[in-house]
């Protein structure tokens, strides 16, 4: 497979990759390697940046374009692919969730915490810049302007179910919101930094115990958003090494419910 | 909130993610144009561009977590998709066969050069310039790939030179480009 070529021959098609200028054969090889090597696709998403100014700008769009676009536009919201949660055990890509084995679960309780008044939520709600590759990529949306309206929208939604996790002696760790629409904001003010080469976890857990990564809040967490489901009845949070975990053999740090 | 005229990419990305048709439609309004004219300058088919509008956009909405702001800025985001839509498009037998007699005129009687169609005022003389000091096979190599959707193996033929000369010139080129343009102040993502 990726024996065929080497990553010079690789390299010297990188160019020609971000023109779209190989063959299927050849860019199927490039993707496979794109996938491990961050050096070559930060090379190609240069080359691409470039090529966009060769293009034009300042143009009209095409007539009555607009129109049509809204027209397809579906009425209701998208469902939520589920299809990622149920993948088994592998290691996880970026943007995907992953199952951990749900028997070391049965040892976590659930333990409901104080609730926080909405004025705490909102307290030192800063934008931090997580550093791992494995995040969900609506996170780097996120992250990159606008959290802390949205997440200060969020906390204000009247559709809302709240998220309070707390560790096992029962101190308050995190809080949160889910909406409807699964986008879920935690607001990590009381987890404490970790050394760089330490990340926090973010796991949901489903009616059916099923629990899965929702992704990474990084060694010094602040703010973050994710994609998580309006069916989750608990979170957790564990302590991992950067980059995360399949599966976790780690005892929670907090938890929590998802209250109704 | 903002005026949506005054919010970034990325935060009417992330207002599209909400379901906020308000943000599709600034975006629509900020990059749609763009998106036509490389899909139509590539393709050479105006219908053909405006499938590839509805298709970028249309993607935008329903996947808006596809776009990572580190990678690049939307802008190259959407021109990539319609890129590589209309490279896609037209690269059949006969659209090829067409296009390459077209192109080995052209190339016959030398000296053609960029389209002059409507540029940014910001950007367009420092990218004509930046065009106009490449060295002219690393020039003609990435305009006959990028505008033409041919790959370099067609290139090379087309312009009688070993495959491996071509691909060389067409990453130097576009590094050459990238220096040019940052040194004009050009290429940050927004």
């Known amino acids: 497979m990726t024996g065929e070529r080497s990553h010079k021959d690789i390299e010297a098609l990188l160019g020609a990759y971000a023109l779209d200028a190989v063959d299927t054969d050849e860019a199927e090889a490039i993707e496979l390697h794109l996938r491990d090597c961050p050096r070559c696709r930060s090379e190609v998403a240069e080359h691409r940046e470039t090529?966009?100014?060769?293009?034009?700008?300042?143009?009209?769009?095409?007539?009555?374009?607009?129109?049509?676009?809204?027209?397809?536009?579906?009425?209701?919201?998208?469902?939520?692919?589920?299809?990622?949660?149920?993948?088994?055990?592998?290691?996880p890509r970026e943007g995907e969730a992953t199952i951990i084995t749900p028997a070391r679960w049965r040892r976590v309780a659930l333990a409901a915490t104080a609730a926080a008044a909405a004025v705490a939520l909102l307290a030192g709600v800063t934008v931090v810049r997580l550093n791992n590759r494995l995040d969900d990529v609506k996170q780097q949306v996120a992250l990159a302007s606008g959290i802390r309206d949205q997440?200060?929208?969020?906390?204000?939604?009247?559709?809302?179910?709240?998220?309070?996790?707390?560790?096992?002696?029962?101190?308050?760790?995190?809080?949160?919101?889910?909406?409807?629409?699964?986008?879920?904001?935690l607001f990590d003010d009381h987890l404490q930094p970790l050394p760089g080469d330490r990340t926090y976890q973010l796991w949901g857990v489903f009616p059916d115990k099923r629990v899965v990564s929702l992704g990474l809040l990084g060694h010094d967490p602040d703010v973050?958003?994710?994609?998580?489901?309006p069916n989750l009845v608990a979170l957790a949070i564990t302590e991992e090494r950067a980059g995360g975990?399949?599966?976790?053999?780690?005892?929670p740090t907090a938890s929590g419910p998802v209250t109704a | 909130m903002s005026p949506l005229r005054e919010l970034?990419?990325?935060?009417?990305?992330?207002?599209?993610?909400?379901?906020?048709?308000?943000a599709l439609a600034e975006l629509y309004r900020r990059h749609a144009g763009?998106?036509?004219?490389?899909?139509?300058?590539?393709?050479?088919?105006p219908a053909l561009a405006e499938e590839a509008v509805q298709e970028v956009f249309?993607?935008?909405?329903?996947q808006p977590d596809r776009f990572d702001p580190d990678r690049g800025s939307l802008r190259s985001f959407l021109l990539a998709q319609a890129h590589s839509r209309a490279v896609d498009a037209v690269r059949s037998e006969s659209s090829r066969r067409r296009r390459e007699e077209a192109d080995h005129r052209r190339t016959a009687e030398e000296g053609y050069d960029v389209e002059h169609e409507v540029w940014d005022l910001a950007v367009a003389?420092?990218?004509?310039?930046?065009?106009?000091?490449?060295?002219?096979e690393e020039r003609r190599a990435i305009e006959l790939a990028y505008y033409r959707g041919h790959t370099y193996r067609e290139v090379a033929v087309m312009l009688d030179q070993p495959e491996g000369t071509v691909k060389s010139r067409i990453r130097t080129g576009l590094r050459r480009l990238r220096s040019e343009l940052s040194s004009a102040g050009i290429g940050g993502s927004e």
């Not at chain 2, 249309?58 to 329903?62: I, K």
Request: neutral net charge; aromatic residues 6%.
């Open chain 2, 8 to 22: 970034s990419d990325t935060a009417l990305v992330l207002a599209v993610s909400r379901y906020r048709q308000d």
């Open chain 2, 125 to 136: 003389e420092h990218v004509k310039d930046a065009l106009d000091r490449l060295p002219r």
């Open chain 2, 58 to 62: 249309l993607r935008l909405w329903n």
């Open chain 1, 224 to 229: 973050a958003l994710f994609r998580g489901d």
């Open chain 1, 151 to 185: 997440a200060l929208a969020a906390a204000s939604d009247p559709a809302r179910r709240e998220i309070r996790l707390a560790s096992t002696q029962g101190q308050p760790a995190a809080t949160g919101v889910l909406l409807p629409d699964g986008r879920l904001y």
């Open chain 1, 51 to 91: 090529a966009s100014f060769l293009s034009h700008s300042g143009q009209p769009a095409p007539e009555g374009g607009w129109d049509r676009l809204v027209a397809s536009l579906d009425e209701q919201p998208p469902e939520l692919d589920m299809t990622r949660f149920a993948a088994g055990p592998r290691a």
């Open chain 1, 245 to 251: 975990v399949v599966s976790s053999t780690n005892q």
């Open chain 2, 34 to 45: 763009a998106v036509f004219a490389l899909a139509r300058r590539v393709s050479g088919e």
